[in-house]
């Protein structure tokens, strides 16, 4: 995919600006790390940004000039709108507007550019749950119509399992009983909502399908 991607304003040499984006337990930081270990891409997790971590900081790559330790206000109540008029509008069937979206991906958006312009030989992947169109084109007019999209499109059971799985591996690291009830995963089951795929003739993106017998390997060998 990505070796056969070309955009009529793209030379040979130009790196690559990627952003994986999907559902909550979709694969997108395991993907997002597939690249950094194995291609030497930079990945940006902005879930680890939004928490005020540095965006490599698991992916065996460190910046030596990390300044991430401290968000900022706007960062702050950017993050707190992404959340509660964002996705919460979405678990319940509301259409958010594109302005909930807007300041936190305008303050990701400037993150990245300054990443790229202090690793121009780098190529970047940047992993984050984008859930609607708008959004998408939103960053694009951040990032440049060069931006490719991935959209991971994964079975919802399948996602379920795995944020359950997920939440039981901190539980005991925390030393705690992680819930398993019917309602707990039907609450689970409410961030699969609202997320919105590849549409018709949209530029630079592809979308991978994912079920339960598609492997992390399968994915990466789509993906690149």
């Not at 698991?58 to 030596?64: I, S, V």
Request: charged content about 30%; hydrophobic content about 35%.
């Amino acid at each position: 995919m990505l070796s056969d991607q070309k955009n009529e304003e793209e030379t040979d040499t130009k790196c690559r600006l990627v952003f994986v984006c999907g559902r909550a337990g979709s694969g997108k930081t395991t993907l997002g790390n597939k690249f950094s270990d194995e291609c030497g891409w930079l990945h940006f997790n902005a879930d680890q940004f939004n928490h005020g971590q540095s965006p490599f900081k698991t992916n065996g790559w460190m910046d030596p000039e990390d300044s991430y330790s401290k968000r900022s206000k706007e960062h702050i109540e950017a993050g707190h709108l992404l959340m509660r008029q964002g996705y919460w509008k979405l678990n319940v069937d509301e259409k958010p507007n594109i302005n909930v979206w807007t300041p936190y991906y305008k303050i990701l958006c400037d993150e990245v550019l300054k990443v790229k312009k202090k690793y121009p030989a780098k190529n970047i992947i940047i992993t984050h749950s984008v859930y609607t169109y708008d959004a998408r084109q939103y960053i694009r007019t951040c990032l440049g119509n060069n931006l490719l999209f991935i959209i991971l499109n994964t079975d919802t059971n399948l996602l379920v399992e795995r944020i359950i799985q997920r939440d039981t591996k901190i539980a005991k690291v925390l030393g705690k009983t992680a819930k398993n009830d019917d309602e707990y995963k039907k609450n689970v089951a409410l961030w699969a909502k609202g997320f919105e795929l590849m549409i018709k003739n949209e530029i630079n993106t592809y979308q991978i399908d994912i079920d339960k017998n598609v492997t992390i390997d399968d994915v990466f060998n789509k993906a690149k």
